[in-house]
C-alpha cells in the first residue's frame, strides 16, 4: 500500500481468471461502481490498483476483493514478506507451467486424432472409437479453461472469443458422439473418404473429434505463448528491487549490527565498505570515496562523495568506508520511486488489444445468432432434424478461431525466431503496434551511443618534460586504485607500450586526497595524480589542453611534482564505431533522433555531433527523461527510447516503444518492448525494421483468417457446407496462416 498526496490510498491487488482484455475492463467497471473508488486494472501485469479513503469505514480491502469474486475472477491481497519468511512460489510462474503441461498432454493425444482422421490408411477398424478415447481428455479436461471462462461470461450476459471456442469444441464433440452412438459413424468399418461436395448431406455418417482436438489444442499452444510474454511485464519491478542492498551493518551503541534493510530506521547510522551498495538515501557523516552512481543517472563518471554529501540508495562504493545517516527509508527512497515510475508506465501503458479479440466483441454474438437461426430455418422448413442440426454445427465448426487463434502465435514465433538470428528479442505481440506508428527515437548516450567504458585518449606534456615520464608516473600512482578513471589511465598507458616505465617507476605511499585525487613517491619524487586545482604553478598549455577536454565533454587528470603540473591526461567514454551510421538509417526511416542523458551537456553535445543527432537533453534524472518521453507524446509523437542502464528503466516503459541494449542492466532489458542482444546501435535499425514486417504478417494472417469466416459461414448456413468439410476448410487456413507465417524466416 501507498498514499498520494491527497490522502488516498493506493492498494493492489493480483488479480487471477482473466483470459482477454474485455476480462480487466469488466473488473475496472464493478470496482470503479463502488462509491469513493478509483480504480484501474491491468491485464498485462494482472493488476488492479485501486485508490480509496483509508479514513471511510466502509471501503476495505475485503470488499474489493469480494467484489473481484462476485465479476467471476480471483484477487488476492498484496503479502507483507518478513526477512525470515521462506520464498514462495510466483504465482504466475505456476501458471505458465500449469499451461504448459496442459498443452503437452493435450498435444500428445491430439496429433494421433488428426492423424487418423486425415490420413485413411490409418483408419483401421474401430479407429472412431480409438479416437474418441484420445480426444475426451483434450474436450474436457484440456479445452476446460475455455469452458470455465465461457461459463463466467455466460453468467455476466457476455460473449467472447473464449464462448465461440467452448461452444465450437463442445458442439463438434456432442455432434460426434450423437453420429458414433446414434448415427452411423460407430459401424465397423467406417472411414472419412473426404468428398469436397457441394451438396446437403447426413452428418450423423462422420465424426469431428479431430476439429475440437485440434482447436483446443493450437489455442492453448497460443494461451501458452501469451502468457510467457505477459509474465515478463513484472519483471521490471522485480529486478529494480534486487538492486537494492539485502542487509546493511548500522551502528547502533557505538558497534556495527548487520540488520536486514527493512529493519533501518531514518536518522540511523550505517556503514558502506568499498564493493557494497549504499543501503538507503542519505547523507554522509563521515569518510570519503568515489560512488559509482550509474544505477541512478547513468554517469559513467564516479561522483566523489565525502562528509555532508547526499548519497542515493543502490549506488557502489568503489572505494574508501563510508559512515552515512538513513534519511530516506522503504517506499520513500529513489530506487523505490524509480520501481513506481516502472509500475506507473506500465499501468498508463494501453495494452494492444489483439485483433482477434477486438473482432470477437461483434463476430461472437453474430455467429451464434446464425447458427440458431440456421437450426431454426431448416427445422422451420421441413428439412428434418439430421440436416438441421447438420448446418448448425457446420456453423459452430468453420467460426471456430482455430486460424485466428494461430495467426498471432504463429507469425510471432517464426519473427522471434529470425529476430533472434539478428541479435532482437521480441517480448510480445503487444509491443509490435508501436513499431508501425513510431516516428521519434529517443537515444541514451552511456552504453548505447557509447561503450559505457573509461578510455586514456589523450597525453599531453608540458614544456620541457618527458611524455613517457608524465604516462609512467601517473600509471604508477593510479596502479593500486580501483576507481574508473585510474584504471583507464593505467590501461592507456600499457596499452602505449611503456610496462618497464610502469615496472622501474613503483610508487609508495599512494594516499587518496579529498576532491583531488592521489599522491604517492615515484623515483623520490612527490608525484600527484588529479585536478589541476592541486597545482600551484599550472603551464598555460596544459590549461588550454584540459579545458578543452572539459568543454568536449571529456575528463582531465593532471599530474606533476614539485607543485607544479606536468601533464593532463584525458579520459572519455568512447563512441561505438556503428553509432553514427545507425543514426543515420534512423533519419533515412524518416525517425526523429534525439540524445537524453543524465550526462554533463559537453559531453552530451560532443557525442552528439560525433553521431549526427542535432537536438540534445543533458544532466537529467531518471524522472527527468520520462519528462521527456511524456513531453513528445503529449506533442502527439509516437516515441521509442534506447537505453541500457538502470535510470532508463522507468523511460523504456513509458515509451510508446521500448528497445534495450542486451549488455544493459536487468532492468532495462525487463522494462524493455525489445531487447537488442549484440551492441550495435544498428541493431535499433533492424529491431524496427523486423518488428514492422512481422507485425504486418501478423494483420495479414488475421485479414485471413477473418475472410475465410464470413465466406465459409454463409456456405455453412445454406447447408451446403457439411460439418466434415467446414472442418477440413479450417484446417486448411490454418494451414494458410502458418505458411504465410514462415515467410518471415527469409527476412533480410
Not at 169 to 181: D, G, H, K, N, T
Not at 506 to 517: K, L, R, Y
Amino acid at each position: 500500500m501507498s498514499t498520494d498526496v491527497q490522502g488516498l490510498t493506493q492498494l493492489d491487488l493480483e488479480i487471477g481468471g482473466m483470459t482477454c482484455a474485455s476480462c480487466a475492463n469488466r473488473i475496472e467497471r464493478k470496482l470503479n461502481k463502488i462509491d469513493g473508488v478509483s480504480a484501474t486494472v491491468n491485464y498485462a501485469t494482472e493488476k488492479a490498483s485501486v485508490s480509496y479513503d483509508p479514513t471511510s469505514t466502509t471501503l476495505t480491502p475485503e470488499l474489493f476483493v469480494s467484489t473481484v469474486e462476485a465479476a467471476g475472477y480471483t484477487a488476492t491481497l498484496p503479502v507483507v514478506e518478513t526477512p525470515d519468511a521462506e520464498p514462495q512460489p510466483d504465482r504466475h510462474d505456476l501458471e505458465v507451467a500449469s499451461l504448459k503441461q496442459r498443452l503437452l498432454v493435450c498435444l500428445v493425444l491430439t496429433v494421433p486424432v488428426i492423424a487418423m482422421a486425415m490420413v485413411p490408411p490409418w483408419q483401421f477398424t474401430h479407429w472412431q472409437w480409438a479416437s474418441l478415447t484420445l480426444a475426451a481428455p483434450v474436450v474436457v479436461w484440456g479445452a476446460f479453461p475455455f469452458h470455465k471462462a465461457a461459463w463466467t461470461n455466460l453468467r455476466h450476459g457476455a460473449a467472447t472469443m473464449d464462448t465461440l471456442v467452448s461452444m465450437g469444441v463442445l458442439a463438434a464433440f456432442a455432434w460426434s458422439l450423437y453420429a458414433l452412438f446414434f448415427g452411423t459413424a460407430g459401424e465397423p468399418g467406417m472411414t472419412h473418404e473426404f468428398e469436397f461436395t457441394v451438396a446437403r448431406g447426413d452428418g450423423t455418417m462422420n465424426i469431428y473429434l479431430e476439429a475440437a482436438a485440434g482447436v483446443t489444442t493450437f489455442l492453448l499452444a497460443g494461451r501458452w505463448f501469451e502468457k510467457r510474454a505477459k509474465r515478463a511485464s513484472g519483471a521490471a519491478l522485480r529486478a529494480l528491487m534486487e538492486l537494492g542492498a539485502k542487509d546493511v551493518a548500522v551502528l547502533r551503541n557505538g558497534a556495527e549490527t548487520r540488520i536486514p534493510v527493512a529493519e533501518l530506521r531514518v536518522g540511523e547510522s550505517f556503514v558502506v565498505r568499498p564493493g557494497e551498495r549504499v543501503a538507503t538515501d542519505g547523507t554522509v557523516l563521515d569518510g570519503t570515496s568515489a560512488l559509482d552512481t550509474s544505477t541512478v543517472t547513468g554517469e559513467s563518471v564516479p561522483r566523489d562523495v565525502g562528509p555532508g554529501d547526499a548519497v542515493v540508495g543502490a549506488c557502489v562504493n568503489t572505494h574508501g568506508r563510508l559512515v552515512v545517516r538513513a534519511d530516506k527509508v522503504g517506499a520513500d527512497t529513489q530506487l523505490a520511486q524509480m520501481a513506481r515510475l516502472v509500475e506507473e508506465a506500465q499501468t498508463g501503458k494501453a495494452e494492444v488489444q489483439r485483433l482477434a479479440d477486438r473482432i470477437s466483441g461483434v463476430f461472437v454474438p453474430v455467429v451464434l445468432v446464425l447458427a440458431a437461426a440456421t437450426l431454426g430455418f431448416w427445422l422451420g422448413n421441413g428439412a428434418g432434424p439430421t440436416a438441421a442440426f447438420t448446418a448448425a454445427v457446420a456453423v459452430l465448426i468453420v467460426a471456430c478461431p482455430c486460424a485466428l487463434g494461430l495467426a498471432t502465435p504463429t507469425a510471432l514465433m517464426v519473427g522471434t525466431g529470425r529476430a533472434a538470428q539478428m541479435g532482437v528479442l521480441i517480448k510480445g505481440p503487444e509491443v509490435l503496434e508501436s513499431t508501425r506508428r513510431v516516428d521519434t527515437v529517443v537515444l541514451d548516450k552511456t552504453g548505447t551511443l557509447t561503450t559505457g567504458v573509461m578510455t586514456l585518449v589523450d597525453v599531453v606534456a608540458g614544456p620541457g618534460e618527458s611524455l613517457d615520464d608524465v604516462r609512467s608516473r601517473a600509471a604508477a600512482v593510479e596502479a593500486g586504485s580501483e576507481h574508473p578513471i585510474a584504471a583507464a589511465v593505467v590501461a592507456g598507458v600499457r596499452e602505449a607500450g611503456v610496462e618497464a616505465g610502469l615496472t622501474a617507476s613503483a610508487a609508495d605511499g599512494v594516499t587518496g586526497i579529498v576532491g583531488i585525487g592521489a599522491r604517492g613517491t615515484v623515483d623520490g619524487l612527490a608525484v600527484t595524480v588529479g585536478r589541476l586545482s592541486a597545482f600551484a604553478h599550472v603551464p598555460d598549455a596544459l590549461a588550454a589542453t584540459a579545458s578543452a577536454a572539459e568543454a568536449a565533454g571529456r575528463t582531465a587528470v593532471a599530474v606533476g611534482w614539485d607543485d607544479v603540473a606536468r601533464g593532463v591526461l584525458v579520459v572519455s567514454d568512447t563512441v561505438r564505431p556503428t553509432a553514427a551510421r545507425a543514426v543515420a538509417d534512423l533519419k533515412k526511416m524518416g525517425l526523429r533522433p534525439l540524445l537524453v542523458t543524465g550526462d554533463n551537456d559537453g559531453a552530451a553535445r560532443a557525442v552528439a555531433s560525433a553521431v549526427g543527432i542535432d537536438e540534445v537533453v543533458a544532466g537529467v534524472m531518471p524522472s527527468g527523461k520520462v519528462d521527456v518521453v511524456r513531453r513528445l507524446q503529449d506533442e502527439g509523437r509516437v516515441v521509442a527510447m534506447v537505453g541500457d542502464g538502470v535510470n532508463d528503466g522507468p523511460a523504456l516503459a513509458s515509451a510508446d516503444l521500448g528497445l534495450a541494449m542486451g549488455a544493459g542492466s536487468d532492468v532495462a532489458v525487463a522494462a524493455s518492448d525489445l531487447t537488442l542482444v549484440r551492441d550495435d546501435p544498428t541493431a535499433v535499425v533492424d529491431a524496427v525494421r523486423l518488428s514492422r514486417r512481422t507485425l504486418a504478417t501478423i494483420r495479414g494472417n488475421l485479414f485471413w483468417a477473418f475472410a475465410y469466416n464470413v465466406a465459409a459461414l454463409p456456405l455453412a448456413a445454406s447447408g451446403l457446407l457439411t460439418p466434415m468439410i467446414a472442418g477440413a476448410a479450417m484446417a486448411f487456413s490454418s494451414v494458410f496462416v502458418v505458411a504465410n507465417s514462415l515467410r518471415l524466416r527469409r527476412f533480410a
